[in-house]
């Protein structure tokens, strides 16, 4: 059983393919419209106008997500793939540059970073009875 996103998405899914041409219905294997149809949400009040465009329609991000997924698994031949893949990629590589821009956190950025490279060294001296000290407490811990 799949969630109810994903189920309502089914059903808005089943509405675009009963109104798409047989052209593109003979395209999509039976085995995924069988799964659409065993699966949608059939109390799912779908709001899709077939007289309508589907880009000037309010649907759900799972369906756009599902109609991406048949356009590239089914209706494309390998070249428009290549071409879609690339478009995907330069869609994903701007959304990532852009939520990085957005909440960079660059914990180094407008820091003066000193140089301290320069910084004397301490050496601290044991003096002679604590070395002496130390010697016998390894010369014991070795028995």
């Given at each position: 059983m799949l969630n109810n996103t994903y189920a309502k998405a089914l059903a808005e899914i089943k509405v675009i393919l009963e109104n798409s041409e047989d052209d593109i219905i003979k395209k999509i294997p039976k085995k995924f419209i069988l799964f659409v149809q065993e699966n949608y949400d059939k109390n799912y009040l779908c709001?899709?106008?077939?007289?309508?465009?589907?880009?000037?329609?309010?649907?759900?991000?799972?369906?756009?997500?599902?109609?991406?997924?048949?356009?590239?698994?089914?209706?494309?031949?390998?070249?428009?793939?290549?071409?879609?893949?690339?478009?995907?990629?330069?869609?994903?590589?701007?959304?990532?540059?852009?939520?990085?821009?957005?909440?960079?956190?660059?914990?180094?950025?407008?820091?003066?970073?000193?140089?301290?490279?320069n910084l004397p060294i301490v050496i601290e001296k044991e003096n002679i009875f604590k070395r002496i000290i130390k010697k016998i407490k390894l010369f014991i811990k070795g028995r």
């Open positions: 709001n899709i106008n077939p007289n309508i465009s589907i880009n000037n329609q309010t649907i759900l991000d799972e369906t756009k997500y599902l109609i991406a997924l048949i356009y590239r698994s089914y209706l494309c031949d390998e070249v428009q793939k290549k071409e879609y893949d690339i478009t995907l990629q330069k869609n994903e590589n701007e959304y990532q540059n852009n939520i990085r821009a957005k909440y960079d956190v660059d914990i180094f950025k407008n820091k003066d970073i000193k140089n301290y490279t």
